[in-house]
């Protein structure tokens, strides 16, 4: 490892450590508190109850505080951490008994976990993406600096506190496996990932038509349909292996499904920077239509915004082809699915983050539009001074790749877009809300970020598009060659004097 390149990775741990000093999500807040004490809660659940029953209500098991609610290898990572506990301090997971618990030694404890996992997952996928699959082509230790240090991922693991680095890992590995042609291998680590967050889905239509036309372009009908066994093993055999506690009995598989999927919280639960939430500023959707209407008419426009770019992997099996559609359908999930939080920009933000070589620009900027998008979230945690300091250090990196990009109208864009960006911060901080609106800055804050996430879909939908049009063009200047006639002389182009 380059003696800079282990510089990065101390640092990166350095700022995660320091933003993890400050307040998480419902510190002190009861009776509830937040995310922070859901982790906790999910460890005692976990190791305290029989695994049939970790996804059912009971006396020992009150969904309504902090059931259960992502797939089963969320789970068996807080048994994991809970048994690691439960040696450290009885205490910190003693069922029914340790609801809220705080302390400074808990503390360290919660945090460490998400910076191992984050250590050994997600550090060790950018790293293995830029500094060894890439060797030869494009390989830059800044893009690795740069994928590290995108203030949204510390900010909602390390400061208000999840575990995202985990599915987000494991998806990148899944592309790097993919890229290598390990197609078996990518799809155990895709199921591992969306069995972690649900929302690793956002990425499932791209994979799938991309591994769809992996099969079809095999050279005969046999390698066609044993290449797809292979791979639909894959999926079944990890699916089968990871909710087996649950394949007894049908009724406790819906169970499961239904806390991973709620269709009953609505089609969004708290204001969000997507289609649905602004949409609700002026049409009060809930009041027209059923949640089973709003849940087929999300899935309807989710679908519509996603099968152009399908359409395109299909079309055109190419990494460059599926790095672009994993960016423009997981947008398009965010903006127009069934019940969308805030902090599932990350899974959009990481899609982005493959294309670092070649569009450091527009990901710098759309980084820096995802993180204020979690601006209001991040004063309910007392992140503020993360926020900033944060944001201004992924800034003064990327300087100098705002400095090159040859395109002056989008330079201006992008100054007038953070300085409103800034001017809005400053305003929800200084001025007090109106008693008729008092959630207005919230509100502004998710109207401005979903008019940019609307304009970045568009962009990277065009640019795939145009990546299409210039590979078949390539092509077929290539085929219009090779078909000349051998007696064609091709003359060459006469000079032209310059004077």
Not at 28 to 53: L, S
Request: charged share 15%; hydrophobic share 45%; proline share 4%.
């Amino acid at each position: 490892m380059a003696a800079t390149t282990f510089f990065y990775i101390l640092i990166a741990l350095l700022i995660r450590y320091l933003v993890s000093l400050w307040p998480y999500s419902g510190h002190g807040i009861a009776p509830m508190f937040g995310d922070y004490e859901a982790q906790r809660h999910w460890m005692e659940i976990t190791v305290n109850i029989p695994v049939k029953d970790w996804y059912t209500n009971s006396t020992e098991n009150d969904l309504n505080y902090w059931g259960l609610d992502y797939p089963p290898l969320t789970a068996y990572h807080s048994f994991l951490m809970g048994k690691i506990a439960n040696y450290l301090n009885p205490k910190w997971i003693q069922l029914n008994e340790s609801r809220g618990f705080e302390s400074y030694d808990h503390k360290i404890f919660m945090r460490s976990t998400v910076l191992v996992s984050d250590s050994l997952i997600f550090f060790s996928a950018l790293y293995y993406y830029w500094m060894i699959l890439f060797d030869s082509y494009h390989s830059d230790s800044d893009h690795f600096l740069n994928n590290l240090l995108i203030p949204s991922l510390i900010l909602i693991d390390h400061g208000h506190f999840q575990y995202n680095c985990i599915a987000l890992g494991l998806f990148l590995w899944t592309v790097i496996c993919l890229t290598k042609r390990q197609d078996f291998l990518a799809s155990i680590l895709f199921c591992l990932a969306f069995n972690y967050k649900q929302m690793a889905l956002y990425y499932s239509l791209p994979i799938f038509f991309f591994l769809l036309k992996r099969c079809y372009n095999r050279r005969s009908f046999l390698s066609i349909i044993s290449k797809f066994i292979i791979i639909s093993l894959a999926v079944i055999i990890t699916m089968v292996i990871l909710w087996s506690p649950y394949l007894e009995d049908f009724n406790t598989i819906l169970q499961v499904v239904r806390r991973i999927f709620p269709l009953n919280r609505g089609i969004y639960e708290d204001k969000v920077s997507n289609f649905w939430y602004c949409l609700s500023v002026f049409i009060k959707v809930k009041n027209y239509f059923t949640e089973d209407q709003l849940a087929w008419m999300s899935g309807t426009l989710t679908i519509l915004a996603s099968s152009p770019s399908c359409y395109l992997v299909l079309r055109q099996n190419t990494m460059k082809q599926l790095n672009f559609s994993l960016f423009t359908v997981s947008m398009a999930f965010y903006l127009f699915s069934f019940q969308v939080h805030e902090k599932t920009i990350l899974f959009v933000n990481v899609a982005l983050i493959l294309f670092t070589y070649r569009y450091k620009f527009m990901i710098t900027w759309f980084s820096l539009i995802s993180t204020f998008s979690l601006f209001p979230l991040l004063i309910k945690d007392n992140l503020i001074t993360p926020y900033f300091t944060l944001t201004i250090i992924y800034f003064f990196i990327n300087k100098n790749s705002l400095k090159l990009d040859s395109n002056s109208r989008m330079k201006q864009l992008f100054k007038i877009s953070i300085l409103c960006a800034i001017l809005l911060n400053t305003i929800s901080l200084l001025m007090k809300p109106p008693e008729r609106y008092p959630d207005i800055f919230t509100l502004l804050n998710c109207l401005y970020s979903f008019f940019h996430f609307i304009m970045f879909y568009i962009y990277f939908l065009w640019q795939q598009w145009v990546e299409y049009r210039r590979l078949v063009n390539q092509n077929q200047n290539h085929h219009d060659k090779s078909n000349l006639n051998v007696y064609t002389v091709i003359r060459p182009r006469p000079k032209i004097k310059t004077y």
